[in-house]
């Protein structure tokens, strides 16, 4: 089992529509990042949080500690929103991230 | 611009030969990241400096690689005798680790150098 596991791997929605991408972990964390990774390569960090809800425009990121669960939601979707959403988490001390495989989010117009 | 910066951007090569990747952090901070990503995976950790020192390998790092960070500024990654598995991106974070303070878990990405092994 990994140690981070995100669902859907793949997921299609129409323009508009509110999205959610769970992130469940199985070991002690210092923090978890919400990551967005562009065709090309480059990942940019969207959310780093170890308690409770951030938000940031259109983004959520919520973490439930005792659950080991995170959820990234993105209201109103929009066709430039169409990324690769990557759940990590780092370690206390060395703060490293171990990553899951990451969400492919299209959307449509 | 004081983003992380990767050089080179692809690289293609035969198996075989050596290559070096540069990434270059932002100025201030002292921990350096290399990942590598397999095509449809998350990034994998590869090894990790604060200053020059490097503090941790993954047991994915094979005695064929080698990563330097000789002034606790910009760092290395060399892979010799590369094999077509090594054919991946490969990732560089920089951030500011000040020890308890959450801020310091924030890394900051390169565009990665994409590697070829032909």
């Known amino acids: 089992k990994n140690e981070v596991e995100q669902s859907p791997q793949n997921l299609t929605a129409q323009e508009g529509e509110f999205i959610t991408i769970n992130c469940s972990y199985s070991?002690?964390?210092?923090?978890l990042h919400w990551l967005q990774q562009h065709p090309g390569g480059g990942i940019v960090s969207l959310f780093m949080l170890s308690s409770g809800k951030k938000k940031h425009g259109r983004l959520i990121a919520t973490i439930n500690i005792q659950e080991k669960h995170s959820s990234l939601h993105i209201t109103a979707s929009h066709p430039r929103d169409s990324a690769v959403y990557i759940c990590?988490?780092?370690?206390?001390?060395?703060?490293?991230?171990?990553f899951g495989t990451g969400t492919r989010l299209t959307i449509i117009p | 611009d004081t983003g992380v910066s990767q050089n080179p951007r692809h690289k293609i090569t035969k198996r075989g030969q050596n290559v070096t990747f540069r990434c270059d952090p932002i100025?201030?901070?002292?921990?350096l990241y290399w990942y590598r990503q397999t095509l449809g995976q998350g990034p994998e950790f590869l090894t990790y400096f604060q200053n020059e020192a490097q503090l941790e390998k993954s047991r994915l790092l094979s005695d064929r690689f080698s990563a330097e960070r000789p002034k606790g500024s910009f760092s290395t990654l060399e892979i010799q005798r590369t094999e077509q598995g090594d054919s991946a991106m490969y990732l560089c974070?920089?951030?500011?680790?000040?020890?308890?303070?959450?801020?310091?878990?924030?890394?900051?990405f390169g565009p990665g150098t994409r590697l070829t092994v032909t």
């Open positions: 070991v002690g964390i210092s923090a």
């Open positions: 990590a988490v780092s370690n206390f001390g060395n703060e490293k991230l171990t």
């Open positions: 100025s201030e901070h002292n921990r």
């Open positions: 974070a920089s951030s500011l680790w000040e020890g308890g303070r959450v801020n310091s878990y924030e890394q900051y």
